[in-house]
């Protein structure tokens, strides 16, 4: 209609000048209104274009033709195009590093699939929610939201649609559980995505797998050369995949004494990651390069050089994750507080019922023998005694878990605040009520210093420098309000009394 419309204007243009080019002008006026809207079909096909972008790593162009297809969406009512290009945008700016803004679109197209109710769309949304959560080393959550994700996969009646969402869910948790050292649970995941489908990163993620935790270089080979034929041969392999492939290939060839291949494999891989903005793939490459460069016995300003990179990518990243991970925290704490005035309504509602029985139960005793009311009271005195004995056991438990997080400290393990956060599970909410704007990173190193490890060790565990180190410290110092002078090791303990 509006290609018709267009036509008609030039030929009112070739007439008569000032009252048909009005006129004209009016036409078009009245076709944007009428006719040029997007339909739903119209949408569904530009949509379908955003693949050609992630094809070409093109993830900026992408986001804002999905921005617009969520305007046309709304301005035509049409809650599935809203849906999915809001998920798209979330998806992009994953990509993108930005967590943040994948959490807001996210978020959004969640709330449009509430009039759709595709349990395809649902299944991806919980699964791109897991995958920020991830990245934000919120990794309890992320399995949680992929669990939800899994759940949903489960209801799509489309075998095909099914299959693909249960293979993303699976790639996902595989990284997860590696991430939080679960590598039994890693590699069911990896095989069962492979299972489902065999592509680039189904092959890549097993190769990686036999590399790092069996050590059998025969198998990786196999699955390489398996991603190897599918990047050869699949016009659809995304510049991504050539990253995770290059990304396990290095890791062959640095296992196998190979140290100038892995060189070349990293590099390769870095200069992708770089093209795509992927600063998360850049650092993890940085510092295996360093590894390598390391077993290779390269010259030191080599060694220095890639180890300044690391740094800067890293600490940008951290500052950066700091900030946005906030976000997230404050809507788990808020959930988890919903839910415990939910439980607390149903707790009183039955502490009431309970206390009335009691009393009546009490007074009923009371009438019929003055014994019977102290057996009750020397019932009541064995339930204490026994629930400090609980409590005695429950500090030697909490003694015994010390020496474990000292371990997971050394190792700089991801591990290592989940289990302190299960160790003190009051900690965090205390920390947070004295000041709601810790960072993460804050958090994190107050953990540390709580259980006392000394700067130094600190720095030395997590690979930063001393400095950095010293800056948390006084950003810590300042939160609290605390002078310069006062030990902020003993202030600490002293202020968030746990046991």
């Not at 995770?244 to 590099?267: P, T």
């Not at 903005?277 to 590894?291: M, S």
């Amino acid at each position: 209609m509006c290609i018709k419309l267009k036509k008609i204007i030039v030929i009112i243009n070739k007439s008569r000048p000032l009252i048909h080019r009005l006129l004209s002008v009016f036409i078009l006026f009245l076709s944007k209104i009428f006719f040029c809207q997007n339909s739903p079909a119209q949408i569904d096909s530009l949509y379908n274009t955003t693949y050609e972008y992630r094809k070409q790593g093109k993830y900026n162009e992408a986001i804002n033709l999905n921005l617009k297809l969520i305007e046309y969406s709304k301005s035509q009512k049409y809650a599935k195009g809203a849906a999915y290009s809001s998920y798209e945008v979330g998806n992009l700016y994953y990509n993108l590093g930005n967590y943040k803004q994948s959490l807001v679109y996210l978020d959004q197209s969640l709330s449009y699939n509430k009039e759709v109710k595709s349990p395809e769309l649902y299944s991806k949304i919980y699964a791109e929610i897991g995958k920020n959560y991830s990245m934000l080393s919120l990794l309890q959550n992320a399995i949680n939201n992929y669990n939800i994700a899994e759940q949903w996969s489960l209801k799509v009646s489309d075998k095909d649609k099914k299959e693909k969402t249960l293979f993303y869910i699976y790639s996902c948790k595989a990284v997860s559980y590696e991430a939080l050292g679960d590598l039994k649970a890693s590699i069911l995941a990896a095989e069962n995505a492979f299972k489902i489908k065999q592509n680039v990163i189904s092959a890549t993620r097993l190769a990686k797998n036999y590399i790092r935790f069996n050590n059998d270089l025969a198998k990786a080979k196999k699955f390489l050369d398996i991603a190897d034929s599918f990047i050869q041969s699949d016009s659809s392999v995304t510049p991504y995949d050539r990253i995770a492939f290059l990304y396990a290939e290095g890791l062959y060839y640095n296992k196998n004494k190979e140290y100038q291949k892995s060189e070349e494999s990293y590099l390769e891989a870095i200069s992708i990651a770089k093209k795509l903005n992927r600063p998360n793939e850049e650092k993890e490459l940085y510092k295996l390069l360093y590894q390598t460069y390391k077993e290779g016995n390269k010259d030191e300003k080599s060694l220095l050089d890639i180890l300044e990179k690391y740094t800067v990518i890293n600490d940008s990243m951290e500052n950066e994750n700091s900030r946005l991970i906030e976000e997230p925290i404050h809507t788990i704490v808020n959930e988890k507080q919903k839910e415990y005035r939910q439980n607390y309504k149903w707790l009183l509602y039955i502490g009431i019922v309970i206390l009335s029985v009691v009393s009546l139960v009490t007074y009923s005793l009371f009438k019929r023998s003055e014994n019977r009311k102290k057996k009750i009271i020397l019932e009541k005195e064995e339930i204490i005694l026994k629930k400090q004995d609980e409590a005695q056991e429950l500090k030697q438990k909490i003694n015994e878990s010390f020496s474990e997080l000292v371990q997971l400290a050394e190792k700089n393990s991801p591990q290592f605040w989940i289990r302190f956060q299960e160790v003190y599970p009051e900690y965090l909410s205390k920390m947070l009520t004295v000041n709601p704007k810790f960072t993460n990173a804050e958090l994190i190193l107050s953990a540390y210093i709580y259980i006392g490890i000394s700067s130094k060790d600190i720095a030395s565990y997590t690979f930063r420098s001393l400095k950095t180190i010293e800056n948390i410290r006084y950003s810590l110092r300042k939160k609290f309000g605390i002078s310069s002078d006062e030990n902020l090791n003993v202030w600490l303990r002293d202020y968030i009394k746990l046991h």
